[in-house]
C-alpha cells in the first residue's frame, strides 16, 4: 500500500525559512517522479515543484529562486526547503507521487497518491 506522510509545516513569519519533508512507502520510490502542490485558502491545489529520478526539478514561477526540491532514495523521502517566504505562500502543502514511473509532469491530474498534508501559515 503506498503511502505518503508530510511533516514540518508551521508558522513563520516573512522573510524566514521553513523545510518540508515527505516519508514515501509502498512503492519502488526511485523510480518516479515527487511533488509538492499547495492548496490556499479559496483557491484550487496549485503545483509548487516536482523531482523526477535523475533529480531534475522543476518549480513554479511563483517559487523560483526560494524554494529548493530534492530527494533522498536511501530514505525514501522528498524535501521542501522553502526559503524567504511570503504571506501569499501560506496554504497546506501536499506531496504527491507522479502516475508513472520516469515521466515528470506539473498536471494535478497526472498525480494518483496524495499525503494528507501539512499546513504553512506565514505572517506578515
Known amino acids: 500500500q503506498v503511502q505518503l506522510e508530510e511533516s514540518g509545516g508551521g508558522l513563520a513569519q516573512a522573510g524566514e525559512s521553513l523545510t518540508l519533508s515527505c516519508l514515501v512507502s509502498g512503492l519502488t520510490f526511485r523510480t518516479y517522479t515527487m511533488a509538492w502542490f499547495r492548496r490556499a485558502p479559496g483557491k484550487e491545489r496549485e503545483f509548487v515543484s516536482a523531482v523526477n529520478w535523475n533529480g531534475e526539478t522543476r518549480y513554479a514561477d511563483p517559487v523560483k529562486g526560494r524554494f529548493i526540491m530534492s530527494r533522498d532514495n536511501a530514505k525514501m523521502t522528498v524535501y521542501l526547503q522553502m526559503n524567504t517566504l511570503k504571506p501569499e505562500d501560506t496554504a497546506i502543502y501536499y506531496c504527491?507521487?507522479?502516475?508513472?514511473?520516469?515521466?515528470?509532469?506539473?498536471?494535478?491530474?497526472?498525480?494518483?497518491?496524495w499525503g494528507q498534508g501539512t499546513q504553512v501559515t506565514v505572517s506578515s
Open positions: 504527491a507521487k507522479f502516475r508513472r514511473p520516469v515521466v515528470m509532469g506539473t498536471d494535478v491530474n497526472e498525480y494518483d497518491y
